[in-house]
């Protein structure tokens, strides 16, 4: 037989519509399947790509990845590929910011993160999941080390932070006022 040949070449399926990449990671999730060496590679060459796709259309995505229990699976994939950093940088710059052992044994504040998507029922609103998403977004920014003895990390008004980084967040993605107003809050 030989080798498998595409029919199509993916990094041109990419260019032809770049949130192809996204629907990638999504189908991949909520089908259950594994990435294709070859379509992983794509996604991962092209992350940048997302960059001309309009924000409706990434929150859309993301609503669809983020809607379904698979959700934790998805942000793993986003993290992995490097798009985080390009959709939800917010939630990418989370990464290695750590967290008091005794509180959070999970590790850092953007695996606690991935813990709220882990624990959450299959079927809930999409704005509590965007909720559990962005609750810690202000860690990073308000993040202390312990100055003596006894004492530990601490994240002083990180929830006010989390809220002004969730409202930014939600306005970039576009989310109607109510639907944002209810995650913030």
């Known amino acids: 037989c030989g080798e498998l040949?595409?029919?199509?070449?993916l990094d041109l399926r990419i260019k032809e519509d770049n949130l192809r990449i996204l629907r990638a990671i999504r189908f991949k999730n909520i089908l259950g399947f594994q990435y294709e060496p070859k379509t992983w590679q794509a996604v991962k060459n092209n992350v940048a790509k997302i960059r001309n796709v309009s924000s409706e259309r990434i929150r859309d995505e993301l609503n669809k990845m983020f809607a379904h229990r698979s959700r934790a699976g998805s942000l793993e994939d986003l993290e992995k590929s490097e798009l985080?950093?390009?959709?939800?940088?917010e939630i990418n710059k989370l990464k290695g910011v750590p967290q008091p052992r005794d509180l959070h044994q999970e590790g850092d504040v953007f695996a606690h993160t991935l813990?709220?998507?882990?624990?959450?029922p299959p079927r809930v609103s999409i704005a509590l999941v965007w909720a559990g998403l962005l609750h810690d977004a202000g860690k990073a920014d308000t993040m202390t080390m312990p100055k003596t003895k006894g004492d530990r990390i601490r994240f002083n008004k990180h929830v006010k932070y989390s809220a002004g980084i969730a409202t930014q967040v939600l306005r970039r993605l576009k989310f109607p006022n109510f639907e944002r107003e209810l995650i913030v809050w």
Do not use: G, N, Q, T
């Not at 985080?84 to 940088?89: A, D, G, S, V």
């Not at 813990?115 to 959450?120: D, G, N, S, T």
């Open 84 to 89: 985080l950093k390009y959709i939800l940088p």
């Open 115 to 120: 813990e709220c998507f882990r624990v959450m």
């Open 5 to 9: 040949v595409y029919p199509f070449d």
